[in-house]
Nanobody, 116 residues
Framework: QVQLVESGGGLVQAGGSLRLSCTAA?????????MGWYRQAPGKQRELVAR???????NYADSVKGRFTISRDNAKNTVYLQMNSLKPEDTAVYYCNTWPIHKYDWGQGTQVTVSS
């Protein structure tokens, strides 16, 4: 069973915005775990972009600080990543999972491509 499904990616020009969604198979996944958004660019390792605790505290990678916002809606079993002022270097496949331990299999992710 697929536990986490990412969506919302696409092709956008530099400076544009996208909102990613990560929907979990069950409420307990999002409501009780710290959740993270990760990304993997071609030829690079997967990296943590943003995380949010069950209490709502957030933390961001320096490269996205001030541009990305992570949030959660426990009632919808969903974690969001609002991405503004996108840059070409944000191009990657974006994934969600629990943090710091990845409890679930990685989903297919959602492709974000930012053109210059």
């Amino acid at each position: 069973q697929v536990q986490l499904v990412e969506s919302g990616g696409g092709l956008v020009q530099a400076g544009g915005s996208l909102r990613l969604s990560c929907t979990a198979a069950s409420r307990s996944i999002v409501s009780i775990n710290a959740m993270g958004w990760y990304r993997q660019a071609p030829g690079k390792q997967r990296e943590l972009v943003a995380r949010i605790t069950s209490g709502g505290s957030t933390n961001y990678a320096d490269s996205v600080k001030g541009r990305f916002t992570i949030s959660r809606d426990n009632a919808k079993n969903t974690v969001y990543l609002q991405m503004n002022s996108l840059k070409p270097e944000d191009t990657a496949v974006y994934y969600c999972n629990t943090w710091p331990i990845h409890k679930y299999d990685w989903g297919q992710g959602t492709q974000v491509t930012v053109s210059s």
